[in-house]
């Protein structure tokens, strides 16, 4: 896997957790794309990374698990960055930690997996535990804004339209650690430390289903 560096130790714990102890995860991906798909077993293709990761998509396999797409979208912008860097956001919510690991085995979604290897340059899966519910209205620009918070940092002060993650590990990404993920609604305003990652992302999923996956009890 050359599209990020796996966290070994926290896979273990997301493995061996006593089921008493286990529940439902939010796994928030930022997702970087190739700007043409690379196959790793060399076969010749045109279609472009974004394309592959279309292909990989493995919906289907997430219903079986109990799983769901909780957000989807393009990002549009980001905040303090000097040129675009992420592609896409997304948000699967699974209803135990080790369902993600049980689905990385499974005979069904195995061989979808060399699309996402084809398709994508870095990503980043920080694994959020939900802190607080959000209410939103449908007023605004509907963007999406989401800032992942470096550990060490205040978490931040919340406003109306904001929901706030604690990230209990990252199963993919570098050598960077992350606290908190804050979701914004409609131009709410973040106040992200430095370091932060902020992007703002317009939803490809219908967006009152995406905001009510958000809007958590």
Request: hydrophobic share 40%; glycine share 6%.
């Amino acid at each position: 896997m050359d599209f990020g560096t796996i966290d070994f130790e926290y896979g273990a714990h997301l493995s061996t957790i006593n089921e008493n102890l286990d529940g439902p995860i939010w796994m928030v991906n930022f997702m970087r794309y190739r700007e043409k798909a690379v196959y790793p077993d060399g076969r010749e293709s045109d279609i472009s990374g974004r394309e592959a990761d279309d292909i990989y998509a493995p919906v289907d396999v997430l219903q079986k698990l109990g799983a769901n797409v909780a957000y989807f979208g393009d990002v549009t912008s980001e905040v303090n960055a000097a040129t675009p860097y992420w592609h896409r956001m997304g948000i699967v919510r699974y209803p135990t930690r080790r369902s993600f690991i049980d689905m990385q085995n499974r005979a069904d979604f195995i061989p979808r997996m060399i699309h996402k290897e084809a398709g994508m340059e870095f990503t980043i899966i920080a694994c959020c535990l939900p802190t607080n519910r959000f209410e939103f209205d449908l007023e605004g620009s509907r963007t999406v804004t989401f800032a992942l918070i470096p550990a060490g940092a205040d978490a931040p002060v919340l406003t109306k339209g904001q929901a706030l993650f604690r990230v209990e590990g990252t199963i993919i990404g570098d050598d960077r650690r992350w606290d908190h993920l804050v979701v914004s609604w409609n131009d709410a305003s973040i106040s992200a430390p430095e370091g932060s990652i902020v992007v703002n992302s317009r939803p490809l999923i219908d967006e009152i289903q995406a905001l009510n996956n958000l809007s958590f009890a």
